[in-house]
């Protein structure tokens, strides 16, 4: 059994999201939002070959400090990226941040009103029934297998 890296991003990381100072490349970015902490590097990988992100993706978030290795761990039956056992509010903010950080990424100021509708929403089951329009609009903007990453990340962090 080998072992594979889990990266978690950093402080920076945490703030470049929010703030968008460095100009990253919009692949490298969408790889900086789908970093979690919890799934590892072969999962990351595959997400990343799906959106079209560079292969030396993680390198260079490494290299400008936004992420970092947070673990090890044995490749097992079990993917480290299968949902963990949190409460319902710990899901909804964690699928509600998201769901703005990505939609704000793909769509800039034309997100306004999803935004709006997802400021509205209180409980997990306001976030399922926003689940279509996410996705369908995830895949207007910025395509089809995009929108799949995001998808699957959203269904495992309400679930």
């Known amino acids: 059994m080998s072992n594979v890296a889990v990266y978690r991003k950093t402080d920076r990381g945490q703030a ?3 703030g968008r100072k460095l100009k990253l490349n919009p692949r490298i970015r969408t790889m900086l939002i789908l970093i979690d902490g919890a799934s590892d590097e072969p999962a990351v990988r595959d ?5 079209g992100a560079p292969q030396n993706f993680l390198e260079e978030l490494v290299r400008l400090g936004l992420i970092e290795q947070a673990r090890e761990t044995a490749m097992a039956s079990t993917p480290a990226n299968a949902p963990h056992a949190k409460n319902d509010y710990e899901r909804f903010r964690a699928a509600k941040n998201f769901m ?6 793909a769509m800039g100021i034309k997100s306004f009103f999803f935004t709006m509708k997802l400021e509205r929403a209180g409980t997990l089951q306001d976030l399922q029934e926003l689940e279509d329009a996410y996705i369908s609009a995830i895949a207007k903007s910025e395509g089809g297998p995009q929108a799949e990453v995001f998808g699957r990340r959203l269904k495992q962090l309400l679930s």
């Open 16 to 18: 470049e999201v929010v």
């Open 47 to 51: 997400e990343a070959a799906k959106v």
């Open 100 to 105: 703005n950080a990505t939609i704000v990424d």
